[in-house]
């Protein structure tokens, strides 16, 4: 039996090829949009990794450091340590801002980690050159993905900072890299106010009628030594000792302590039902309409091809081809064509996807996944030619 998926592929196997990796490249495009959502995902999940903390301990009635401001005492971390299945408690500050070095900016999460050693709750788990924060001021550790190298001095607020060690895949939620500077550098950087502010707020301290009052200038001295300390962080970062249940520990802190605790599961629950659903979403209705596309792509091409080979399937008619076999050529066609896309388009996105600004993440079971749409589309866009086909009269066969 003559093939005529084969012989028209191979009459004009030009068009074929051409229309094959055109299709290829809107796969491809949908194939990066699957891979930026598996990306947001994965930044999600390295944050909450690299953080080596198992609670969060932040402001009551907050989601905690990543998805909305928190604010607490930087003394509260000593009161959590004595919590019963506390093994290690650590202050941590988060601030997203451009940090400048030389004549450009990059946008950048500011990590302040609390004095320690590696193993710390918010320090960097590992380096990929140089070493880790030694002094308690003005050194910093930055993700290569900063662009930032060895030696660098970058500036953050008023303060220049020399970087001393580098690290990978130390990025926020929204993929931007990380920069880890001493704990009080950063409560300087995000909470203290500069010297006109600090200077009007003396002034304003000052000319308040309760503290004209006999006694006042005590208070007054003090309400202005305070508006000279920055004893605010964003988390503590706890740490549990074996045995104990994450929930039990988070429960007991909220209890006695007032704050807001979150779990692991609870903080993915944040990351990913929370701050990337609107991009799920739009990602989501992204891939409907390029799946309609391709849809309609294919369905016109194979349309397209049948019309053109009318002639040919009514001799086949004629010498008393069976409608099923006619059908299965033209559905080969389709998915042979489906087949060629998909390749190209697997090639294309593995090939452009480390050139996003964002981390895409290509998963083999979203390819598998897209195969299988992609051969059911196919296949599915072959029905209207198809049907056409089988209308053709086998007269036509002998006519002029």
């Not at 005529?4 to 290829?24: E, N, S, V, Y």
């Amino acid at each position: 039996m003559i093939s005529l998926a084969g012989r028209d592929i191979l009459h004009d196997w030009g068009k074929f090829l051409l229309t094959g990796i055109g299709l290829g490249l809107l796969i491809g495009v949908t194939l990066t949009m699957a891979g930026v959502y598996r990306g947001m995902v994965d930044d999600g999940m390295v944050l909450l990794d690299n953080s080596g903390a198992e609670l969060w301990v932040v402001q009551q009635e907050t989601l905690g450091p990543y998805a909305e401001p928190s604010s607490i005492y930087d003394d509260i971390y000593r009161g959590v340590l004595t919590m019963p299945g506390v093994a290690q408690a650590a202050n941590v500050t988060y601030l997203t801002m451009q940090v400048g070095n030389r004549d450009r900016e990059v946008r950048a999460m500011v990590v302040g980690i609390a004095p320690g050693r590696p193993g710390t709750p918010g320090w960097p788990p590992y380096l990929v050159a140089g070493r880790q924060i030694t002094r308690s001021h003005y050194e910093a550790v930055a993700d290569i993905a900063s662009g930032f190298t060895l030696g660098d001095r970058i500036r953050i607020r008023r303060n220049e900072y020399t970087v001393v060690g580098l690290t990978r895949r130390m990025v926020s939620s929204g993929g931007d890299p990380m920069v880890f500077i001493p704990l009080k550098d950063a409560q300087e950087a995000q909470f203290l106010k500069d010297n006109d502010a600090v200077l009007q707020g003396r002034r304003r301290t000052s000319a308040n009628p309760a503290f004209s009052r006999a006694g006042a200038p005590g208070v007054l001295d003090a309400v202005i030594a305070s508006q000279s300390r920055n004893p605010s962080v964003n988390a503590v970062l706890v740490q549990l000792r074996p045995g104990y249940a994450a929930g039990e520990v988070a429960a007991s802190i909220a209890r006695w302590k007032h704050l807001t605790v979150h779990t692991r599961p609870e903080m993915e629950g944040i990351l990913v039902g929370k701050l990337i659903a609107t991009a799920a979403r739009q990602i989501g209705m992204f891939l409907v309409i390029l799946s309609i596309v391709s849809a309609a792509i294919v369905a016109f091409i194979i349309y397209t091809m049948t019309l053109g080979k009318i002639r040919e399937i009514a001799v086949l008619k004629l010498i008393g081809t069976r409608n099923r076999t006619i059908a299965s050529m033209i559905m080969q066609q389709a998915v042979g064509l489906g087949v060629i896309g998909f390749v190209v388009g697997k090639v294309a996105a593995t090939f452009w996807a480390p050139g996003f600004p964002k981390y895409v993440l290509l998963l083999p079971g979203d390819s598998l996944v897209g195969f299988a749409g992609v051969v059911v589309i196919c296949a599915l866009a072959s029905l209207i030619a198809i049907r056409t086909a089988l209308k053709v009269d086998p007269a036509a066969a002998i006519g002029g």
